[in-house]
């Protein structure tokens, strides 16, 4: 078995990395929770068998050649041959070493564990890739998101074991995009189930009732390089601010065909929606600039993965490290 073990390690080895290139040269689709619990299990195996199997087994052999100096230690006083004294230290901690393919496996896995539980129960680090969010994150801001706040959900399937806190509107939440389960998006909550969501000429209503914004200085995008029409916003205990492109249309260009979208009615103006039991109405907080519910549908409540709520990093602009509504 000990000599089988390189090679067994060695392919599995190159099957983890061979994936993760394909993943980055976008082969495959990449599924990082599925990695993370294999690669947890795969070098768990290797470090319970290390405890119970490899260790001793090494230990006994660096065992055997201390008594076997030993033994021709005093063989060689009984017949009268002294300062031959055998030194077994180095022999003892070659074998006692830990070989590569178990630093490779078993040595990782104590990170790996910790690491696949943060991630999976309690908070998971996630990267803004676009401006959809803007103002309230910016592109490169790096992000916490708490997995639990929500109820806990197991990794890989994300089925819900916990209850948790209630979905609240005006909540920044991370979901599996409907569409394309594999991807994460990032968006505010506007209608939660069974609410009546309109956003006719840029206006947001809720169950009949007009959202008020109070206009704010325009806000210059650095990335676009460009003025926007801030506001601020309330939809749950905290204000945000929001943004409005001047001159974009109201009209939703390009909505698919979603699943409950006998429950929207679509205008020159904008959308109307009624959202189904389980289900979620977001939107970004840069309105004309981010394909939300009004275009793709209604999130499920099985696809959320959690609340985000903390800048954690930002290299391009320190200062954007803090909390956020």
Same mark, same amino acid.
């Given at each position: 078995?000990?000599?089988?073990?390189?090679?067994?390690?060695?392919?599995?080895?190159?099957?983890?990395?061979?994936?993760?290139?394909? =993943?980055? !040269?976008?082969?495959?689709? &990449?599924? /990082?929770?599925? *990695?993370?619990?294999?690669?947890? +299990?795969?070098?768990? #195996?290797?470090?319970?068998?290390?405890?119970?199997?490899?260790?001793?087994?090494?230990?006994?052999?660096?065992?055997?050649?201390?008594?076997?100096?030993?033994?021709?230690?005093?063989?060689?006083?009984?017949?009268?041959?002294?300062?031959?004294?055998?030194?077994?230290?180095?022999?003892?901690?070659?074998?006692?070493?830990?070989? =590569?393919? !178990?630093?490779?496996?078993? &040595?990782? /896995?104590?990170? *790996?564990?910790?690491?696949?539980? +943060?991630?999976?129960? #309690?908070?998971?680090?996630?990267?803004?890739?676009?401006?959809?969010?803007?103002?309230?994150?910016?592109?490169?801001?790096?992000?916490?998101?708490?997995?639990?706040?929500?109820?806990?959900?197991?990794?890989?399937?994300?089925?819900?074991?916990?209850?948790?806190?209630?979905?609240?509107?005006?909540?920044?939440?991370?979901?599996?995009?409907?569409?394309?389960?594999?991807?994460?998006?990032?968006?505010?909550?506007?209608?939660?189930?069974?609410?009546?969501?309109?956003?006719?000429?840029?206006?947001?209503?809720?169950?009949?009732?007009?959202?008020?914004?109070?206009?704010?200085?325009?806000?210059?995008?650095?990335?676009?390089?460009?003025?926007?029409?801030?506001?601020?916003?309330?939809?749950?205990?905290?204000?945000?601010?929001?943004?409005?492109?001047?001159?974009?249309?109201?009209?939703?260009?390009?909505?698919?065909?979603?699943?409950?979208?006998?429950?929207?009615?679509?205008?020159?103006?904008?959308?109307?929606?009624?959202?189904?039991?389980?289900?979620?109405?977001?939107?970004?907080?840069?309105?004309?600039?981010?394909?939300?519910?009004?275009?793709?549908?209604?999130?499920?409540?099985?696809?959320?993965?959690?609340?985000?709520?903390?800048?954690?990093?930002?290299?391009?602009?320190?200062?954007?490290?803090?909390?956020?509504?």
């Amino acid at each position: 078995m000990m000599a089988t073990m390189p090679a067994i390690t060695a392919v599995l080895l190159a099957a983890f990395f061979g994936y993760i290139a394909s =993943w980055y !040269l976008g082969m495959v689709e &990449g599924n /990082f929770a599925l *990695l993370m619990f294999l690669a947890t +299990l795969v070098t768990g #195996l290797y470090w319970v068998a290390e405890k119970l199997f490899f260790w001793p087994r090494r230990r006994r052999a660096a065992e055997k050649l201390q008594q076997e100096a030993a033994e021709r230690a005093a063989q060689l006083q009984r017949q009268g041959i002294s300062g031959h004294e055998v030194n077994v230290q180095e022999g003892q901690q070659r074998i006692l070493r830990q070989p =590569w393919w !178990l630093d490779w496996t078993a &040595g990782l /896995f104590p990170v *790996l564990f910790v690491v696949f539980v +943060l991630r999976s129960f #309690l908070f998971e680090p996630f990267k803004i890739p676009s401006g959809s969010m803007i103002p309230t994150l910016l592109v490169g801001d790096l992000i916490l998101v708490n997995k639990f706040t929500y109820g806990v959900r197991l990794p890989v399937i994300n089925k819900k074991i916990t209850d948790g806190n209630p979905v609240q509107r005006g909540d920044v939440m991370v979901f599996r995009y409907p569409p394309q389960p594999s991807m994460d998006y990032i968006k505010r909550v506007v209608g939660l189930p069974g609410d009546r969501v309109e956003y006719i000429g840029k206006r947001l209503r809720i169950n009949g009732q007009e959202i008020a914004t109070t206009a704010q200085s325009d806000f210059f995008d650095t990335g676009s390089m460009r003025y926007f029409q801030q506001f601020e916003e309330q939809l749950g205990s905290q204000p945000h601010r929001l943004l409005n492109t001047q001159g974009a249309p109201a009209f939703i260009q390009g909505a698919t065909d979603f699943a409950g979208r006998d429950q929207c009615v679509y205008s020159i103006e904008g959308v109307r929606c009624t959202v189904p039991p389980g289900h979620y109405f977001v939107l970004g907080d840069n309105r004309d600039n981010s394909l939300d519910s009004r275009y793709w549908g209604f999130v499920p409540d099985e696809n959320i993965v959690g609340k985000a709520f903390f800048v954690w990093m930002n290299f391009g602009n320190l200062k954007r490290i803090g909390s956020f509504n």
